[in-house]
Structures are given as C-alpha cells and as structure tokens.
T-cell receptor, first 116, second 110 residues
Framework: GAVVSQHPSRVICKSGTSVKIECRSL??????MFWYRQFPKQSLMLMAT?????????EQGVEKDKFLINHASLTLSTLTVTSAHPEDSSFYIC????????????FGPGTRLTVL | AQSVTQLGSHVSVSEGALVLLRCNYS??????LFWYVQYPNQGLQLLLK??????LVKGINGFEAEFKKSETSFHLTKPSAHMSDAAEYFC????????FGAGTILRVKS
C-alpha cells in the first residue's frame, strides 16, 4: 500500500517550453502532497506544499509563477514548469501524506527534467 | 530554523561489516525523525521513523536507529552490510516541514 507514482519519469524539452509533471497516489487519498527538487549530488529541497482544493504554499525563494501547482483531486497533483530554462534541469520528486501522523510521507519515483 | 546534519558524505564498508551512518538534528524540541534510502534515479523509501515512542527504532532490511536526546543524534546502524545496501541515505526531521540532511552515500565492498 501507499504507492505514489509520477509521470513522466524522464522528460527532455527545449528552453522556453512548459513541462507538466503528474503525481498520483494510487491506493490512498492525499489531502496534502509535496513537491521537492533535488540537484545532482545534493539533498531534497521542499519547493511547495500542495493542498487539495486550495492554493499551494511555496517555500521562500521558489517562484510560484514559474512552478505552477494544481491539486485538483485527492489523488492527483501536477507541477508545471513554465518557460523552462537549462537551470531548471533537475530531479523533481513528489510525496503524499495519507493523513498519517508525524507527517509521514510516501515518495514518488521522481521525474528527471532536462532542459536543452 | 531546524536543520539536519549528516556526518560523512561518503561511507565505505566491507560486506558483512557494521554500517554506521551519523545524523544530528538541531531543534529545541525533539522532532519526528526519519531515515530514507534512495537508489539511483529513484524516489525515497522509508527505512524507519522515530515518533517519541521507543528510542531504539527498528526498520526494514535489518536497519535500526537510536534516538539520543542528550546528543541530539539519530544514527543509523546495521550489524552486517550487504551489497544491496549500497545506496544514498537521507536523515530527515519533521517540525513544521520535512527537512533533509545532505545525504550519505554508502559503498559496500566485496
């Protein structure tokens, strides 16, 4: 149980285009999902907290107009990287909390974004 | 602000040897603590968690961690390393959000 999927697993796009990444909780409902970014050889940094039916809460320094988050249902959150540039190339990982205590999060397999 | 420090970005052990990965947290109030493992190009898998119950926490794959408040530590151990344990390990603490340490890459030599 508690499986989180992400799609796509890898995406390569040209600079200036937008890319949408989906995060789904497959066997549970998640009122809260999280989006992290991981640069090579670095740790995960929380980008934003996504709450179903409301606006996402972004961490300091994360451009909300560049990283659009939509949490339209209890099993789906999407991250859209708008007008992507090479510096946006990174590993994006989502996680979901099925309402467990201690904010226990289940992580997706990640999406490798490469912007040319 | 809460922070997590993992001592040693790389740890190398021989197969069958003890694994010790160090983690210290900075918080006036002991947070909830987690250890995750990440294999290349994959997401994170929870190994174990501390939630203020028992201070010695047992996890999956033979790993365990001991919470020591006096040392603000939550070190991860495994008595006997296996080749399949080679991966990157992250310690994380939850106060009002999940904060990760920088990670430790474990190499297991045959």
């Amino acid at each position: 149980g508690a499986v989180v999927s992400q799609h796509p697993s890898r995406v390569i796009c040209k600079s200036g285009t937008s890319v949408k990444i989906e995060c789904r909780s497959l066997d549970f409902q998640a009122t809260t999902m999280f989006w992290y970014r991981q640069f090579p050889k670095q740790s995960l940094m929380l980008m934003a907290t996504s709450n179903e039916g409301s606006k996402a809460t972004y961490e300091q320094g994360v451009e909300k107009d560049k990283f659009l988050i939509n949490h339209a249902s209890l099993t789906l959150s999407t991250l859209t990287v708008t007008s992507a540039h090479p510096e946006d190339s990174s590993f994006y990982i989502c996680s979901a909390n099925p309402g467990l205590a201690y904010n226990e999060q289940f992580f997706g397999p990640g999406t490798r974004l490469t912007v040319l | 602000a809460q922070s997590v420090t993992q001592l040693g970005s790389h740890v190398s052990v021989s197969e069958g040897a003890l694994v010790l990965l160090r983690c210290n947290y900075s918080s006036s109030v002991p947070p909830y603590l987690f250890w995750y493992v990440q294999y290349p190009n994959q997401g994170l898998q929870l190994l174990l968690k501390y939630t203020s119950a028992a201070t010695l926490v047992k996890g999956i794959n033979g790993f365990e961690a001991e919470f020591k408040k006096s040392e603000t530590s939550f070190h991860l151990t495994k008595p006997s390393a296996h080749m399949s344990d080679a991966a990157e390990y992250f310690c994380a603490a939850y106060g009002n959000k999940l904060v990760f340490g920088a990670g430790t890459i474990l190499r297991v030599k045959s």
